[in-house]
């Protein structure tokens, strides 16, 4: 089975406080390409700081990322940000929807950003767009739409440059129950259908009903599985 994540000795360590704050301490972890993985801990537990690594947003202090064998540590700026802009969707509690444009749009941006062809941008954006049911919806803007679809926009857009990694983080956050049910089984499509391996932060216990593995980040380490 192909690993999608292989991460060794990761630590991060914030030194610009008055004193240095630890945010993860020698994680380890692999993950199985096209697996739906939740990364479960109390606020403060390093969950978004282990995205951000993990997304090269973020560098870590020691230890090494690989995300389908490629060394995270090993790549400059520019190189990260290509590396983003092909394989990695994000995905936020928040939506980060640009208010101004329309839900095709917002997805057809990230397509021009990472330099698709013109010819190919509108059919991939409708796609991705009747992946997440919003075809009738391709021409609304953000305030004409619910919170659910909302996020759906924000899911169609972070696979529209057909990633093999998407990171999720409070993904269902904003939802009510019955909406992050509907954004949490699309998740669980998605990766199916797709063989993207998915990370998801989150608080939510509904999720533990969709992925695949549930990890537990306590003060910045991964947790022993219960056995």
Known sequence: MTTAIHVQNLERVYRSAAE?????????????????????????????????CLGGLDQPTT???EVYGRALHTL????????????VGFIFQSFGLLPTLSAYENVELMLRIAGV??????????????????SKWADH??????GGQ??????????ANRPRLILADEATGELDSETAREILALFQAIARSRDLTI???????????????????????IAPQAA
């Open 150 to 159: 909302q996020q759906r926009v924000a899911i169609a857009r972070a696979i």
């Open 117 to 134: 062809a013109k010819g190919e941008r509108n059919g991939r954006a409708r796609e991705c767009l009747d992946m997440v049911g919003l």
């Open 20 to 52: 240095p704050v630890v945010a993860l301490r020698g994680v380890n972890l692999e993950i199985a390409a096209g697996q739906f993985v939740a990364l479960k801990g109390r606020s403060g537990s390093g969950k978004t700081t282990l995205l951000n």
């Open 141 to 146: 803007r953000p305030y004409e739409m619910s």
């Open 63 to 65: 230890g090494t990322i």
């Open 76 to 87: 400059d700026d520019q190189a990260l940000t290509r590396w983003r802009q092909q394989e």
């Open 199 to 221: 990370l998801l932060a989150s608080h939510d216990s509904l999720v533990d009903e969709y992925v695949d593995e549930v990890l537990h980040l306590e003060d910045g380490q």
